[in-house]
Each structure stands twice: as structure tokens, then as C-alpha cells.
């Protein structure tokens, strides 16, 4: 069984990763830079099919998957493993918000991160500092809303938790059938 934790980037996906691999999951967490041309490519026209099928040697690497490019192909993944499991993790908004930007730091947007915020944002944006707040968290809100009706519609397994629910951990481990026998640990901001 595949798990998918669709949630955007900065919203405890890498505690996510950490949680499962501690609890013996076979779990993968962003993708590092191994996804930078395709997702160069498929900018454009915010292809997700084409940045899907170049990530299908990340999808094969594990069982568990977390923050990016997950998010960006959710809609392929619903279609090509229905019978997976499907995690969204929300965040506090303005926490999010202000993570993101503390997270890119006035650099320029990873290829990944366009893609998310091209495709969430009214305006496409090499860096972050141009967003206003309220495109940050009309972008956040919207793409809570979009997934969690299209989980719903498809019909599959899915379950929304709280990242500043203290219970998170145990949440987790019941969605996907194991005891837990570690914290979930907080990590990063």
C-alpha cells in the first residue's frame, strides 16, 4: 500500500517522513533537485501529467511519500494508486505563511515551489518576497479546499489532521494501521 501526503510544502511534511521511517515505513520526503528540469518544462503550461510521469522513478523509490512534488501531481496520483492512502496535514495559516517565506529567504523559487505557487497564485513570480500575504493564504486556503473536494469525490481513503493537534502522532499511526511507538516531532518552522 502507497501513502500520499498531499500537503503543501512547509505544513510538518518532513516530520511526516521522519514519523513513518521511525515506525519502519518505507518513507521518502521531498525529492531534492532531481525533478528541477522536468518541472522547468512543464512551467509553461503547469503541466502536472508531464511533471508526474517524470517523477515516476521518485514514486518507485518508496511507500510513503511527503511534500514536493506530491501536491503538484495529486490529481494523478488519485488516478494511478485510488487505493492508496491519502494524508492532508494542515497548518496554522499564518504560521504557513510565514514559514514559506522564512524557508525561501529571498532567493529565487525553486522550480517545485513555482510550479505550487504559479498554479495557486494569481501572478507567476520568481521569488517570494512579491506575494502579498493575502495571495499567500488566498493560495493556501484554495488549494485546502480544491484537494480535500477532490479526495472526497474520488472516494478514496483519506484523513485531514491538524499539525497543531498534540495527538497528531497517534492520529497517524491509527490512519495507517501501526502503533506508535515514537513522537511526532516537530521539525523545522
Known amino acids: ?5 498531499i500537503s503543501p510544502h512547509r ?8 514519523f513513518c521511517a521511525a515506525h519502519g515505513l518505507r518513507s521518502a520526503h521531498w525529492c531534492g533537485h ?8 512543464a512551467l509553461p503550461t503547469l503541466d502536472s501529467e508531464k511533471l508526474f510521469i517524470a517523477a ?3 514514486f518507485a523509490t518508496a511507500d510513503v511519500f511527503a511534500d514536493l512534488p506530491c501536491p503538484l501531481v495529486y490529481r494523478e496520483l488519485l488516478r494511478t494508486w485510488p487505493d492508496s492512502k491519502f494524508v492532508v ?6 504560521a504557513w505563511t510565514a514559514s514559506v517565506r522564512r524557508h525561501t529567504d529571498g532567493r529565487d523559487l525553486e522550480p517545485l515551489e513555482r510550479f505550487f505557487y504559479w498554479t495557486w497564485c494569481v501572478e507567476q513570480r520568481e521569488t ?8 499567500l493564504l488566498a493560495a493556501y486556503h484554495g488549494y485546502l479546499r480544491e484537494t480535500t473536494e477532490a479526495l472526497t469525490r474520488a472516494g478514496v481513503n483519506f484523513r ?3 499539525l497543531s493537534d498534540p495527538g497528531i502522532g497517534a492520529a497517524i499511526a491509527d490512519f495507517l494501521g ?3 511507538a515514537q513522537p511526532f516531532e516537530r521539525i523545522g518552522g
Open 1 to 5: 500500500m502507497k501513502v500520499f501526503n
Open 89 to 94: 496535514v494542515r497548518r496554522d495559516p499564518l
Open 128 to 135: 517570494m518576497a512579491p506575494y502579498s500575504d493575502a495571495e
Open 56 to 58: 515516476q522513478g521518485h
Open 11 to 18: 505544513s510538518g511534511t518532513r516530520s511526516f517522513h521522519e
Open 34 to 41: 532531481v525533478l528541477d528540469e522536468a518541472a522547468e518544462d
Open 178 to 180: 501501526f502503533e506508535q
Open 160 to 162: 485531514v489532521f491538524e
